[in-house]
Each structure stands twice: as C-alpha cells, then as structure tokens.
C-alpha cells in the first residue's frame, strides 16, 4: 500500500510555470505506475499524465501535450509535474495516483486502473 501527498500548487499567471510534487510513502514506490489526473468544477476527473516504473515510459494528454511533464525520483519516492504556460482552463484541483503493476515499461491512463490517490492539490491560472 502506498500514500500520496501532493504540494506546490496555488495561482499562477497564465504563461508562466508551476511544478506540482507528489511524495509517497512505502519502500516500494519504484513498483507503481503513476500518474496525474485533474478534476474542474462541474466537470469529470480526467487524465493528464502517467509515467512507467521506470521513467523510461511516459503519455500525455493531447491537452497538456507539450506543455506539461511528468518525471519520477524513485530515490526520492517523489513524482513530479512540471507545468509550462499554463492556461486559464489548466484551473482544477490536481490528484497524483499509484497503480501497482508487473511491467516495468506500462503505464496507465485511465483513472480505474489506479487503486491510490492523493488529496489533491488546487492549481488556479489566471489570465
């Protein structure tokens, strides 16, 4: 089992950057899949980003494509989400999320295939 805390989120102007952090618990972190996911109001959680095991795998939303990326410290039980120019409707609460799994090359997108979440952490861009 395994624990997530997200931090470094807050406002942030539209073009500029923002890095969200998500720390683990448990000596098994480099056994999860992870990933980013978002959730605006009045809308369904939807898919950001993931990354493999081992960091060497990583998908994106055609959204944030570019823009965004993700990247794990397995050392550090820590994965990161660098956010370049962000924009207006970047605006949500974000969650990171593990997902156990065998291969050390898949990753997931689909937010069922994850059993752990975080708290969630707000990113507010504004214009």
């Known amino acids: 089992q395994v624990q997530l805390v997200e931090s470094g989120g807050g406002l942030v102007q539209a073009g500029g950057s923002l890095r969200l952090s998500c720390a683990a618990s448990g000596r098994t972190f480099s056994s999860y899949v992870l990933g980013w996911f978002r959730q605006a109001p009045g809308k369904e959680r939807e898919f950001v980003a993931t990354i493999s095991r081992s960091g060497g795998n990583t998908a994106y939303a055609d959204s944030v494509k570019g823009r965004f990326t993700i990247s794990r410290d397995n050392a550090k039980t820590t994965v990161y989400l660098q956010m370049n120019s962000p924009k207006p409707e970047d605006t949500a609460v974000y969650y990171c999320?593990?997902?156990?799994?065998?291969?050390?090359?898949?990753?997931?997108?689909?937010?069922?295939?994850?059993?752990?979440w975080g708290q969630g952490t707000q990113v507010t861009v504004s214009s």
């Open positions: 999320a593990a997902a156990s799994d065998y291969s050390s090359g898949s990753y997931f997108t689909a937010h069922y295939q994850y059993a752990y």
